[in-house]
């Protein structure tokens, strides 16, 4: 596997539950370096290697999030650059041409958008 180090499972089982570790307490790598009796030098690069498989390994972010939105209905949330982007992208309101205000509803939806 690209980007892995060969060794014994049990080296291999203890990076990956030291990168399990960090990803499930944030612990601080000098803790993780101790608990694993290990130097925080190893502990390091125990946690970079791991983390360059998963990354190596993970599908794009941007078609993860779009095959969920997808597959659960929820609409994308965009900005007024995308307006007329198709269905299921929701877009700020504009303002009015003769420069009234917009209804109250209308505001809260753009400032919903807008977070």
């Known amino acids: 596997m690209r980007g892995t180090r060969t060794g014994t499972a049990p080296d291999l ?7 399990l570790v960090w990803f499930r307490k944030g612990e601080d790598t000098a803790l993780l370096a101790t608990g694993f009796g290990v130097s925080w030098a190893t502990a390091y690069q125990y946690l ?7 990354t190596a ?11 969920a939105a ?10 007024s650059g995308y307006e007329n982007a198709g ?3 929701k ?4 303002q009015l041409s003769d420069g009234s205000r917009l209804a109250r509803d209308n505001r809260c939806y753009n400032q919903l958008l807008r977070g």
């Not at 089982?13 to 030291?18: F, Q």
């Not at 390994?57 to 095959?67: E, F, K, P, S, W």
Request: proline share 5%; hydrophobic share 45%; no cysteine.
């Open 48 to 54: 970079t290697e791991g983390l360059t498989v998963l």
């Open 70 to 79: 997808t597959e659960l209905n929820l609409p994308t949330l965009a900005d």
């Open 13 to 19: 089982l203890s990076h990956a539950l030291m990168v």
């Open 57 to 67: 390994q993970t599908t794009d972010l941007h078609i993860v999030l779009n095959r």
């Open 87 to 89: 269905q299921g992208v």
């Open 91 to 94: 877009t700020p309101i504009k």
